[in-house]
Each structure stands twice: as structure tokens, then as C-alpha cells.
């Protein structure tokens, strides 16, 4: 058990390309810590930097007290479950286990005690004497856990863990891991796109983009308070809206102009984000949450609040309503949507489209249906604002 | 509001009666289909007699007596299948000369196989895994030693084992094969070590590996079916090689090839001495080839990368 602390680590390659720049964290003793981002933001370089897999080109790397920029992978006190299990194929599920305590120079006596507390852990007793050809994905998943956990090790690194896992199974191994690590307390990296898992997995989360750290929070600091555009569009599903709009300030009353509408913009906005009156008057993007749009058929609101569009698709789980519509303002373009747009794999928008899609998340109550005319109320008081330059988030 | 209940029941057949197939083909397709592997079968077969009739014969020879094989042909063995005797095979094993050989080419195949495979193996995992500078410039001229023809280095090595002292002995044999066994073992085994996922060697480095470690434990079992199919190849080629030991063996250390053909060019009609001879230099290679051919179609990788 350790602390983790990265000190302006970055990783350049021979052919000067730069994976990872001048990356600080610092990584309590048993935190779980989740890396996110989109493929290529520098997640897993940094993750296997940490690992011993890669070299460290700048900085500091410690592990506890030591720094381990020179200590080889099997010096490192850590171990590592990689996103394609990695089972030794000649091996059984006992000996993929302890296999690593073999070559550590533990006799047979020691081992077994161990191998099986962990299989019993993982529910893989019965399935001891298997090849990993003969198991199922979650049991090569829980055998690739086992591996790591029979070490005991001071830091748990997860590549991916969960990614080749279909959606039922992915779901049940990930409460397992949460489990798990939050029992053994061991001090956790784990890399993932998955912004849900970094959610629900992590004590502190850190998203990355183009190998630098955006913003390490807890999940619901970086999901309450981005701090630019990029964090605000990966966190969160569906992504929070993006429009653009002018702050005025209307004789006391501040208003947002977004297209032809003038929304009546709750005072709490301005306690809350001072550094929005330095942007009134001008082009800025608006951030809103889908659940911060409500049906105005069902409850009552101020007309001053609410925006009038044609529902063009609705969609039902049950407990929630999502209806798509659009807003006849420009759609917001920049690095960072493009960005998210090619994370979400959609086609990223060259030219500026004349309208913004927007997504609403209504109470199940609606009767909402693709076609209608609807009236959006908008929580004015949740409004998160970005500079339409810098993409940083105005508070 | 109406509920839809399926009522159908599907066809039920009899039982006994032959399930119909999938749609009939034409009386000319299935024809020509048949046809089609008929002759491809024939073909096979044919090329399988081909093949096998020299063998067969060689083996029905080194069983019949000299009188016999001097008078009529072996295939006479079919009409008189009683006049076949163990004799020559007696006689072989009284044989110093034979019986030495054979002996010099277990001698030298061995070692040559072993060295060829252990040092190849051990070349491949550095190309493959290991990074140090120009190692893809090597790896380029170890693949370009593989065109080199055994012949334009018969003279050179020849008066290099001269200088050296050791031309005529089996050792020198060794060498030359060992020398020109690993160029095309470096290039088989580094492909194939480079096709096992990394991470797997990742994995077993976390897991506390040291490069040798990690080629014993983790490398060479999952390279078996390649590290076996070489070990064969090699083997094949050492044990029927007569050029090699025709140059570098003096006639103590000659291996069986270069015995039998000894045999031959003195006296040629010798068929008793040449028959069993023969065909013991060539079981050996066949039940090495049965007994590793398994692993030339094992995917071993199966299930442990996703």
C-alpha cells in the first residue's frame, strides 16, 4: 500500500512526439483514481509509465518513498491487469494466479494457501485446473483480477479492464472491482474511455485530452463544475448541451439571448459565477445539462424560462424521457467539440452547422412524442458557461 | 386489445424417413461434383504409390537374400511372401563400419539440431523482444545469410578448420551445420515470437520476469509448435546430408549417407549391406517426424489474449 505521485511527468518519443506532458498527480494512499479521455489523450502511456512498461522521458515518478523512474516493472511493488487479459495460454487458471509468486521464489506450500483464498474470492475454486481457452470472458477477466490481487501488491494498474465485456457482464465486474479494491485498500490507477465507469469507479477522476490533464476532481465535482468545454462534453450521458449565446444585463435583470429567444436568467447564476460579468455583452457558449431541461407542460414556469421547439425524437427507458430537438442557434465548433465528436464517433462538423441539436431529459410523466410542439423550461440557475475562445468554463 | 397465439406446429417427419436435404443440384452438377474429388482422389493415390514404391521396395530388399535380389525383382515378394528373412538385418547388426556411422550421424544430428534450436531460439527472443541498437540491421543480415548456397563456403570453411585443426572430425561437421542451420532458425523463431502477444511478456514482467525468465517460462512453451517444427527440419536436414560430411568427415567420422555411398561405389551390387542400411537411416527421421507433426497444427494461443 502507497502513495502514488507523478511530478511533471511526460513522455516523448524518439520521433518527437509527445504522449504524455507535464502530468502532476498525486495519488493518495488507497485511492482508487480512474484516467479518462478519449483514445490517444496519453491515458494508458501514463498509466504504463507508472507500470515500468515505458520510460519515463521527464519527471518524477514515486511510489511510496522510493522514486522508480530507474526501478525495473518487477521492483515496482505494482501489479497490472491488461485490457486483453494477458493469460499465459500454456498455463491453468492455478498457475496463471501464481505465477507470479512463483517467480518470485515462493515454494509450492506458500502458494497454494494464497492462489486459492483468491480463487475463492473470485468465485474460479471449480475452475482451478482450466486453460484459459476453456473460460468464459468474465472468467478470464476475474483470472487477469486474481493474477493481481495473489501479489498483494502496494498499487493496483488497470489498462481497460472492462472493455472486451459485453454490456451485462460489464456492469456486474464493475461493482466486482469496486468491490474488491475497496476491501483489499489498495491504491488503484485505472485507465478507461468509459466515462460512466470512471464515474461510478472512482474516488478522484482525471481527464486527459492530447496527453495533458484537464482536471482531476471527484466525480461529481467534474461533473458539477467542468472546467472547460472538453471535461464538460465527455462527463456526463448524455453530454451536456452546448449552444451559443449573449449574456445582457437588462436594468438589474440579466438575460440570455440564445437565437431569437431572450431567457430571464436566474440572479443565483451570477453569485454563483462573478466572472460572467466581465463576458456580459458578449459571444459566449452555454452549457446545459440534459436533466436542467424540464417539460413546462408539467410543471409550472416562468414564461420568461422557457424555450419552444419541435421534439424531433424521444426516447423512453422508463425512468427518464430523452426528447432530441434543435435550437435555430449555431452550433458551437471548436478543437474540443470536434474533438468529443470524434470520441462519440460521429463525423466531426467542418463547416458551422445553423443549428444546435440539443438533447432534454424529461420526467417519464411527459407525453412528449416525436413531432410535438414542446416548451422546454430551462433551470437558469444551472447554466454553465464557457469563454467561445478559450473554451474555459466563466465562474 | 387482441393476443396473437402462434398455432402452427411445424412439419413433423416421420421417423425413418431420410431428412430431405438442401435443394437438389442437377444430375450433371452432382455428376461433375463427383467426378471431381474421384479424380483428385486418383490423382493422390497415384502420387502416394509413386512415392511410396521406392520406399516399399528398398524395404522389401533389405529382407530378401542377395541370390534373390540379384535374380528377380522385389515386387516377386508378393507371390512368395515366405522367402523374406531377417538375415541381412543380422548381418548389419555384425557390421563395425554400418553400425559406426549410424552411430556418427546420431552424432552429429543431435547436437547440430539442439545447438541449431537452443542458440536460434535464444537469438530470436533478443531480435524480437529485446531492444538494442541496429538490431533490425542484424536481423536484416541474418535473413540475408540465409540466401548464402552452402557451396561458396565449402572451400573457405574447409581450409578455416585446416588452420584450426579440427578438419575431419565431427565437431567440424557440427559447426558447419550449426553455422548454417541458424540463419533461416534466427528468422523462423523471431517471426513467430513476434506473433505472441506483448502482452503477454508485458504481463509476465509485471509479474516479476527477467528476460530469462520470462523466454523459458512464457516464450518457449507457447513457441513449442514452432520451436518443434524447426527441431524437425533441422533434424531432416543433418541426418540426410552427404555433401557437408563428404567435405569436413574423414571416413572415421563419417556419418550412414556417406557409408552407403561408400558401399555403393565399391561394390555395387551389394544390396544386402545397402538395403537395411538405408532403410534404418531413414526410420529414424520418420518417427521423429511422427512424433513431433502433432504440434506443426496446435494453436496454442487460443484464449489467452481476449
Not at chain 1, 490517444?40 to 509509465?49: D, E, N, V
Not at chain 1, 410543471?299 to 422557457?306: F, Q
Not at chain 2, 463427383?34 to 521406392?54: E, I, K, Q
Not at chain 2, 547436437?111 to 531492444?131: F, H, M, R
Request: glycine share 8%; aromatic share 8%; with cysteine.
Amino acid at each position: 500500500m502507497a502513495e502514488v505521485a507523478l511530478a511533471e511527468i511526460g513522455k516523448r518519443y524518439a520521433d518527437g512526439t509527445r504522449a504524455v506532458e507535464n502530468l502532476s498527480l498525486q495519488i493518495a494512499d488507497g485511492e482508487f483514481l480512474v484516467l479518462v479521455g478519449p483514445s490517444g489523450c496519453g491515458k494508458s502511456t501514463a498509466l504504463r509509465m507508472i507500470a515500468g512498461l515505458e520510460d519515463i522521458s521527464e519527471g518524477t515518478l514515486r511510489i511510496g518513498d522510493r522514486v522508480v523512474n530507474r526501478v525495473p516493472a518487477r521492483d515496482r511493488d505494482v501489479a497490472m491487469v491488461f485490457q486483453s487479459y494477458a493469460l499465459y495460454p500454456h498455463l491453468d487458471v492455478y498457475d496463471n494466479i501464481g505465477f507470479g509468486l512463483r517467480l518470485r521464489g515462493m515454494r509450492d506450500k506458500e502458494i497454494a494457501p494464497r492462489v486459492n483464498a483468491v480463487a475463492d474470492t473470485l468465485g474460479l475454486t471449480e475452475h482451478l485446473r482450466r486453460r484459459p481457452a476453456s473460460l468464459s470472458g468474465g472468467q478470464r477477466q476475474r483470472v487477469a483480477m486474481g493474477r493481481a490481487m495473489v501479489r498483494e501488491p502496494a498499487v493496483y494498474l488497470m489498462d481497460e479492464p472492462l472493455s472486451n465485456l459485453d454490456a451485462k457482464l460489464r456492469v456486474q465486474m464493475r461493482a466486482e472491482i469496486g468491490r474488491i479494491t475497496r476491501r483489499t485498500g489498495v491504491t488503484t490507477v485505472y485507465v478507461t474511455h468509459d466515462q460512466t465507469e470512471a464515474m461510478t469507479l472512482g474516488d478522484r477522476v482525471a481527464v486527459m485530452r492530447k496527453g495533458l490533464l484537464q482536471q482531476v476532481a471527484a466525480p461529481q465535482e467534474l461533473y458539477d463544475n467542468p472546467v472547460n468545454m472538453f471535461v464538460a462534453g465527455f462527463i456526463g450521458s448524455p453530454p451536456m448541451n452546448l449552444v451559443e449565446g449573449v449574456f445582457t444585463d437588462d436594468g438589474g435583470v440579466l438575460r440570455l439571448a440564445l437565437g431569437e429567444r431572450n431567457l430571464r436568467v436566474d440572479d443565483a447564476l451570477l453569485h454563483t459565477k462573478p466572472g460572467l460579468r466581465a463576458y456580459l455583452g458578449r459571444r459566449v457558449v452555454v452549457g446545459v445539462r440534459a436533466e436542467d431541461l424540464r417539460d413546462a407542460a408539467l410543471d409550472r414556469a416562468d414564461e420568461d424560462t422557457v424555450l419552444t421547439a419541435e421534439a424531433e425524437l424521444t426516447e423512453a427507458l422508463g425512468s427518464d424521457l430523452y426528447v432530441h430537438f434543435s435550437l435555430p442557434v449555431p452550433a458551437v465548433v471548436s478543437e474540443d467539440t470536434r474533438e468529443l465528436a470524434r470520441d462519440a464517433g460521429a463525423e466531426p462538423q467542418h463547416e458551422r452547422a445553423d443549428r444546435t441539436a440539443v438533447v432534454a431529459r424529461f420526467s417519464p410523466r411527459s407525453t412528449a412524442r416525436a413531432g410535438d410542439r414542446i416548451s422546454v423550461a430551462v433551470d437558469t440557475a444551472r447554466l454553465h458557461v464557457f469563454d467561445a475562445d478559450t473554451g474555459r468554463s466563466i465562474h | 386489445m387482441s393476443v396473437d397465439i402462434d398455432t402452427r406446429v411445424p412439419d413433423l417427419v416421420p421417423a425413418g424417413v431420410a431428412p430431405t436435404g438442401p435443394p437438389r443440384r442437377s444430375l450433371v452438377s452432382r455428376l461433375v461434383g463427383r467426378l471431381g474429388s474421384t479424380a483428385v482422389n486418383v490423382v493422390v493415390a497415384v502420387l502416394g504409390v509413386f512415392w511410396l514404391a521406392p520406399v516399399v521396395g528398398l524395404a522389401v530388399a533389405s529382407l530378401r537374400t542377395t541370390a534373390d535380389n540379384s535374380s528377380t525383382g522385389w515386387w516377386t515378394v508378393l507371390t512368395e511372401p515366405s522367402r523374406l528373412t531377417l538375415d541381412n538385418y543380422a548381418a548389419l547388426m555384425r557390421n563395425e563400419s554400418v553400425l559406426h556411422s549410424l552411430w556418427n550421424t546420431v552424432l552429429i544430428t543431435v547436437p547440430s539440431t539442439v545447438l541449431v534450436v537452443v542458440l536460434g531460439a535464444l537469438a530470436a527472443y533478443a531480435l524480437a523482444w529485446i531492444e538494442f541498437p541496429g538490431r533490425d540491421w542484424l536481423f536484416v543480415l541474418i535473413v540475408a545469410l540465409i540466401v548464402v548456397p552452402v557451396q561458396v563456403a565449402i572451400i573457405p570453411d574447409a581450409k578455416l578448420f585446416g588452420s584450426l585443426g579440427v578438419y575431419g572430425s565431427i565437431a567440424a561437421v557440427i559447426a558447419f551445420h550449426v553455422a548454417f542451420g541458424l540463419p533461416f532458425a534466427i528468422f523462423l523463431l523471431r517471426n513467430f515470437f513476434l506473433a505472441i502477444p506483448k502482452d503477454l511478456l508485458e504481463a509476465a514482467r509485471m509479474d516479476g520476469g527477467r528476460d530469462f525468465t520470462i523466454f523459458r517460462r512464457v516464450v518457449l512453451p507457447i513457441g513449442w509448435p514452432a520451436i518443434a517444427s524447426l527441431a524437425i527440419f533441422q533434424f531432416l536436414w543433418v541426418w540426410n546430408d552427404l555433401l557437408v560430411a563428404l567435405v569436413f568427415a574423414t571416413s572415421d567420422n563419417a556419418p550412414i549417407t556417406y557409408t552407403l555411398r561408400e558401399q555403393m561405389r565399391a561394390f555395387s551390387s551389394n544390396v544386402d549391406v545397402i538395403g537395411p542400411g538405408a532403410f534404418l537411416s531413414m526410420v529414424v527421421p520418420l518417427v521423429v517426424f511422427f512424433a513431433f507433426q502433432r504440434y506443426f497444427v496446435q494453436g496454442v494461443l487460443a484464449g489467452s489474449v481476449k
